[in-house]
């Protein structure tokens, strides 16, 4: 069984980091060692910021494997597809780097939450997509939907190459932050309900809510099995 979960999207800004730093969070609550590591940073010069941001809501300060970059090798300026960013950087990423980064964690820690970037079909380099990462090393996947326009579409979509690529899909977390007309969050999550029933029958669906700011959600992961 892989110590290794990966958490992905059905697009970019759809709250990733959030939802993966509360996940760790929840896991230390119940006692798990745990720690979290990002495939690929764009639009950053230094540590990862969302392993920065994993570590506010994991309410720990940066770790000695933050600090070596163990847990984000590849950071990258230009706020683009990783591809994209590691070219415009004249750099090439080497997914080798990160699997031996993602074992070094592992013989740490008993749990480690992988973020993506972007959605599934995001290319990672000319070559390889996440959604070909995530098949070929066989990690379980949590994919991140919310309610805003166009979710439906993206989620299904997202769900039809999980399955096709036989991967395991853990868990569908459904984002209600921005808050959207409330008749739209009730269907939307209703449909996914729905879906999940028919075509994933194990398959969890798991509210990340909020009072006020997408940096104050909760995250109940009572139906998740780690």
Avoid: W
Avoid at 94 to 106: H, M, R
Avoid at 139 to 151: K, V
């Amino acid at each position: 069984m892989s110590k290794t979960v990966f958490i992905s999207g059905i697009d970019t800004n759809i709250g990733k980091t959030i939802a993966t730093g509360l996940l760790a969070r929840e896991l230390i609550k119940l006692g798990r060692s745990v720690i979290t590591q990002k495939i690929v940073q764009t639009g950053c010069t230094e540590i990862a910021e969302d392993i920065v941001e994993h570590r506010r809501l994991m309410g720990i300060d940066l770790q000695a494997v933050d600090m070596d970059l163990t847990t984000c090798p590849f950071v990258f300026p230009l706020a683009a597809s990783p591809h994209l960013a590691a070219s415009d950087a004249k750099r090439e990423i080497d997914l080798n780097v990160i699997s031996k980064a993602t074992q070094v964690l592992e013989n740490k820690y008993d749990i480690v939450l992988l973020e993506g970037a972007g959605g599934l079909c995001v290319p990672i380099n000319s070559r390889v997509t996440i959604i070909d990462y995530i098949s070929e090393r066989n990690y379980p996947l949590i994919l991140l939907t919310s309610s805003r326009l166009g979710s439906i579409n993206h989620t299904l979509l997202s769900l039809e190459v999980i399955f096709s690529r036989g991967i395991q899909l853990k868990g569908l977390i459904y984002n209600r932050y921005p808050k959207e007309n409330q008749l739209i969050v009730d269907d939307s999550k209703a449909f996914f309900e729905d879906y999940l029933q028919r075509h994933f029958p194990k398959v969890p669906l798991i509210e990340l809510t909020n009072e006020n700011s997408i940096s104050n959600c909760n995250l109940d992961i009572s139906n998740l099995n780690f």
